[in-house]
């Protein structure tokens, strides 16, 4: 069975702080990799995607993408309160596959 | 601007009833999707449609069913509704798998 694997939190970092947030999957075939975030009683919202190896770098966000290691990660530079949410790993092949998502809370 | 919108917002109905979610999407995406999201199980796919007249069966489409009789519109129908399916449910519409999904606001269904 393909999965997504992601720690579900609560993850706290500090206002101002790097967030690292870390996702695995299980499919070799998976081809493009999405970070969503979905706040508290809100839908997700894509905030990046990925489909090389390497980094990708958009404002304050960061994704990293190692495809022989099968892991995609997150960073979030100079965290903000608004920042806090929870934060969405998905991989495609032929279908989306979800993870379960890593709450993030970040302290004032 | 083109969005994705979900109707209603908050519905409460009673055991056995037939309900029926709308979905409707200006972005003239091919690719239409429902999800319900629980406490403890993340996103789960219940049905989506790749096209006009296409319908395909999620992991959890038992006792839901949809049809597709244009692009705009992908209405979820719970036949006869059980408490195990209150939730809140989720549409969301893609051009292709790479560009990711856009997600409506969400419908809250409590069954009684």
């Known amino acids: 069975q393909k999965e997504v694997e992601q720690n579900s939190g609560p993850l706290s970092v500090p206002e101002g702080a790097i967030a690292s947030l870390n996702c695995t999957y299980s499919?070799?075939?998976?081809?493009?990799f999405f970070w969503y975030r979905q706040y508290s009683g809100k839908s997700p919202e894509l905030i990046m995607f990925?489909?090389s190896n390497g980094d990708k770098e958009d404002g304050r966000f960061t994704a990293q993408l190692n495809k022989a290691s099968q892991y995609v990660s997150l960073l979030i530079r100079d965290s903000q309160p608004s920042d806090s949410a929870t934060y969405l790993c998905a991989v495609i092949n032929y279908q989306l596959i979800w993870g379960a998502g890593t709450k993030l809370i970040i302290k004032p | 601007d083109a969005e994705i919108t979900q109707s209603p917002r908050h519905k409460i109905t009673e055991t056995g009833r037939q309900v029926t979610l709308a979905c409707h999407q200006t972005w003239n995406h091919n690719n239409m999707f429902w999800y319900r999201q629980d406490l403890g199980h993340g996103l789960r796919l219940i049905h989506y449609?790749?096209?006009?007249?296409?319908?395909n069966k999620g992991e959890v489409s038992d006792g839901y069913s949809v049809s597709r009789s244009n692009t705009e519109d992908l209405p979820l129908t719970l036949e006869s509704a059980a408490s195990s399916q209150t939730s809140v449910y989720f549409c969301a519409s893609s051009e292709s798998g790479t560009y990711g999904y856009t997600f409506g606001s969400g419908t809250r269904l409590t069954v009684v």
């Open positions: 449609s790749y096209g006009v007249q296409d319908t």
């Open positions: 990925i489909y």
């Open positions: 499919d070799r075939g998976s081809q493009s």
